[in-house]
């Protein structure tokens, strides 16, 4: 049986410890995120990482 392939890309997501998650989402409130994302010049996944330590943070408080 052939080995399977580790792509550079995934061997690098393992060692920075990232991981892919998948939520569903009303489709306007997505294109909503994604517009104020782009006015703030932020990305996506910076401004959810930060939303989501701030709640964090706000509940072991």
């Known amino acids: 049986m052939e080995e399977k392939k580790i792509r550079s ?3 690098w997501n ?3 410890g990232l991981i892919s998650k998948s939520y569903k989402l009303k489709r306007e ?3 909503q ?3 104020a994302c782009e006015k703030a010049g932020v990305s ?3 401004q959810i990482t930060k939303m ?3 709640f ?3 509940l072991n408080k």
Do not use: P, S
């Open 9 to 11: 890309q995934d061997k």
């Open 14 to 16: 393992t060692k920075a």
């Open 29 to 31: 409130l997505t294109e």
């Open 33 to 35: 995120f994604a517009e």
């Open 44 to 46: 996506q996944a910076g």
């Open 52 to 54: 989501m330590k701030e």
């Open 56 to 58: 964090i943070d706000e």
